[in-house]
């Protein structure tokens, strides 16, 4: 191939006006362009922290799997959980390419250096939960999430437009759920009353701290990192969900909640932005619980890693062997299978 | 030249003669990172064509494709997979500026709009 031009210029100032250029077209920044220190860190940052949220997320809900009121529900609790699992991977996937390294994110995790929501910290009391966490909680998420799918980072906005496809999905079991259960006996929407309490609240602080108070933001903003400001998309969440609770026939825990007739959207009440922090420091109800099980995760589970890893390697030794068959490839790929020493096995299984 | 994993977004050149943002020193240490990264492609139905997708850590091809599999088909996404070590891909350099795409910014006559017809002209 021919060759990149190698001289990296004595200043960054052409580099970086080439990148507000790009920015300020609304072209995404793909992985091997120039891009300021702090972006770089922004975006590992919240990328990190972003997926660290769809993996302790799964802790939640994983807890109902066993409890699931009918193989329907657990089947598609299930899914659910799985996707969890699939969003953070997407997401690790596109912090690898900004040189961060997955294994070392999850050890920040699991070290309480790096962050991940707080909605996460507070418990699944109730099966309930299950459903209005799929409402209020992912329905938050995607209000957060759908602007990211236009994040000036590549890889980041592709991540995002997989996920919010799937999110969808969550929300709606969510609500279909909640549906079910208050088309059901008094105790039971006596149990999604007491559910939408609990999670109301935490499901608005999702959004970050407010405007005033998130020194963050405007650089964000200016990068195309973040698109709209927390209180904006607080605001559009409120303005989408006080419909759908009144649909649903349950009460939002806030006696101010009014619809201002002037601007069409909805007054909510202050915010108890000291839960928020307390929270965020580790003073929830549920993060240790959250977090040592996602240490026990890796530690208990570290020998599966090395047993595919051992019989990868005795694989490979199988197939170095001329004698050796039947796998269906493309193309024979000699250059995994070359030695250390750097002789490579004999071209193996062509098969077109 | 060796090449880097870009995670899911296709893999690219580096090396000591290839500018990059993060100098070396400053990566993490890769040392835990003994799966290799493999980027994978789905093809999402008969007649189309196979599409990056994202990518993936695996011991080994196999499991790569069970984990590719897992990962990004579980809505019949897809009627087949291919997965590559990322380090297998040779890339051109992504920036749009890059020399190597400079033949064919000035070759305009090999457009179909290059050519005007009259309007009476059919089936053209």
Same mark, same amino acid.
């Given at each position: 191939? $021919?060759?990149p031009?190698?001289e990296?210029p004595?200043?960054?100032?052409?580099l970086?006006?080439?990148f507000?250029?790009?920015?300020?077209?609304?072209?995404r920044?793909?992985p091997?362009?120039?891009?300021?220190?702090?972006?770089?860190?922004?975006?590992?940052r919240?990328?990190?922290?972003?997926?660290?949220?769809?993996?302790?997320g799964?802790?939640?809900?994983?807890?109902?799997?066993l409890a699931?009121?009918?193989?329907?529900?657990?089947?598609?609790l299930?899914?659910?959980?799985?996707?969890?699992?699939?969003?953070?991977?997407?997401?690790? $996937?596109a912090?690898?390419?900004l040189?961060a390294?997955?294994?070392?994110?999850?050890?920040?995790?699991?070290?309480g250096?790096?962050?991940?929501?707080s909605i996460?910290n507070?418990?699944t009391?109730?099966?309930?939960?299950?459903?209005?966490?799929g409402?209020?909680v992912?329905?938050?998420a995607i209000c957060n999430?759908?602007?990211l799918c !236009?994040?000036?980072?590549?890889?980041y906005?592709r991540?995002?437009?997989r996920?919010c496809?799937e999110?969808?999905?969550?929300?709606r079991?969510?609500?279909?759920?909640?549906?079910?259960?208050?088309?059901?006996?008094?105790?039971?929407?006596?149990?999604?009353?007491?559910a939408?309490?609990?999670w109301?609240?935490?499901?608005?602080?999702?959004?970050?701290?407010?405007?005033?108070?998130?020194?963050?933001?405007?650089?964000s903003m200016?990068?195309?990192?973040?698109r709209?400001?927390n209180?904006?998309?607080?605001?559009?969440f409120?303005d989408?969900?006080?419909?759908?609770?009144?649909?649903?026939?349950?009460?939002l825990?806030?006696?101010?909640?009014?619809?201002?007739?002037?601007?069409? !959207?909805?007054?909510?009440g202050?915010?108890?932005?000291?839960?928020?922090?307390?929270?965020?420091?580790?003073g929830?109800?549920c993060?240790?619980e959250?977090?040592?099980?996602?240490r026990?995760?890796?530690?208990?589970?570290a020998?599966?890693t090395?047993?595919?890893?051992?019989?990868a390697a005795?694989?490979?030794?199988?197939?170095?062997s001329p004698?050796?068959?039947?796998?269906?490839?493309?193309?024979?790929?000699?250059t995994?299978?070359?030695?250390? $020493?750097?002789?490579?096995?004999?071209?193996?299984?062509?098969?077109? | 030249?060796?090449?880097?994993?870009?995670?899911?977004?296709g893999?690219?050149?580096t090396?000591?003669?290839?500018?990059?943002?993060v100098?070396?020193?400053k /990566?993490?240490?890769?040392?835990?990172?003994?799966?290799? /990264?493999y980027?994978?492609?789905?093809?999402?139905?008969r007649? /189309?064509?196979h599409?990056?997708?994202?990518?993936?850590?695996?011991p080994?091809?196999?499991?790569a494709?069970h984990?590719a599999?897992? /990962?990004y088909t579980?809505?019949?996404?897809?009627v087949?997979?291919?997965?590559?070590?990322?380090?297998?891909?040779?890339?051109s350099?992504?920036?749009e500026k890059d020399?190597?795409?400079a033949?064919?910014?000035d070759?305009v006559?090999?457009?179909?709009t290059?050519?005007e017809?009259p309007e009476?002209?059919?089936h053209?």
């Amino acid at each position: 191939m $021919s060759a990149p031009p190698l001289e990296r210029p004595a200043d960054d100032t052409a580099l970086q006006a080439h990148f507000d250029a790009t920015v300020a077209a609304e072209h995404r920044i793909e992985p091997r362009d120039w891009m300021p220190e702090g972006y770089r860190k922004t975006l590992i940052r919240q990328i990190a922290q972003h997926a660290h949220s769809e993996i302790i997320g799964m802790q939640p809900e994983g807890d109902w799997l066993l409890a699931a009121p009918s193989l329907r529900r657990k089947a598609i609790l299930l899914a659910k959980v799985q996707d969890e699992a699939g969003h953070g991977l997407y997401l690790y $996937s596109a912090a690898e390419t900004l040189g961060a390294d997955r294994a070392d994110l999850t050890d920040k995790l699991i070290e309480g250096r790096q962050k991940y929501s707080s909605i996460f910290n507070y418990p699944t009391l109730t099966y309930a939960d299950v459903g209005v966490i799929g409402w209020l909680v992912d329905g938050a998420a995607i209000c957060n999430q759908v602007p990211l799918c !236009r994040s000036s980072y590549g890889p980041y906005a592709r991540a995002m437009i997989r996920v919010c496809k799937e999110e969808s999905f969550h929300q709606r079991q969510g609500y279909e759920l909640l549906m079910t259960m208050m088309r059901g006996t008094d105790a039971q929407r006596a149990m999604v009353q007491d559910a939408v309490d609990r999670w109301w609240w935490p499901s608005l602080m999702m959004f970050g701290p407010p405007d005033t108070d998130s020194p963050n933001s405007a650089q964000s903003m200016a990068w195309g990192i973040k698109r709209h400001s927390n209180d904006e998309l607080r605001q559009r969440f409120v303005d989408m969900t006080v419909p759908q609770a009144e649909f649903l026939g349950v009460t939002l825990p806030d006696p101010e909640l009014s619809l201002d007739p002037e601007t069409g !959207r909805y007054r909510f009440g202050a915010i108890d932005w000291d839960e928020l922090k307390r929270v965020i420091s580790g003073g929830g109800p549920c993060n240790v619980e959250r977090i040592t099980r996602r240490r026990a995760a890796r530690d208990d589970n570290a020998w599966v890693t090395e047993a595919a890893t051992a019989y990868a390697a005795k694989r490979t030794g199988e197939r170095a062997s001329p004698q050796a068959g039947g796998t269906s490839r493309l193309r024979g790929t000699a250059t995994e299978e070359r030695n250390e $020493s750097g002789v490579e096995p004999s071209s193996p299984e062509k098969h077109s | 030249m060796s090449m880097t994993s870009e995670g899911g977004h296709g893999a690219v050149p580096t090396g000591p003669e290839v500018p990059v943002e993060v100098a070396p020193e400053k /990566l993490p240490a890769a040392t835990r990172r003994d799966w290799p /990264l493999y980027e994978v492609f789905v093809r999402g139905k008969r007649g /189309l064509n196979h599409v990056h997708v994202g990518s993936l850590h695996a011991p080994d091809d196999e499991m790569a494709v069970h984990a590719a599999r897992d /990962l990004y088909t579980r809505r019949n996404e897809g009627v087949s997979i291919w997965v590559v070590q990322a380090a297998d891909i040779t890339a051109s350099s992504p920036d749009e500026k890059d020399p190597m795409f400079a033949p064919s910014g000035d070759k305009v006559y090999r457009h179909p709009t290059f050519y005007e017809i009259p309007e009476n002209v059919p089936h053209i």
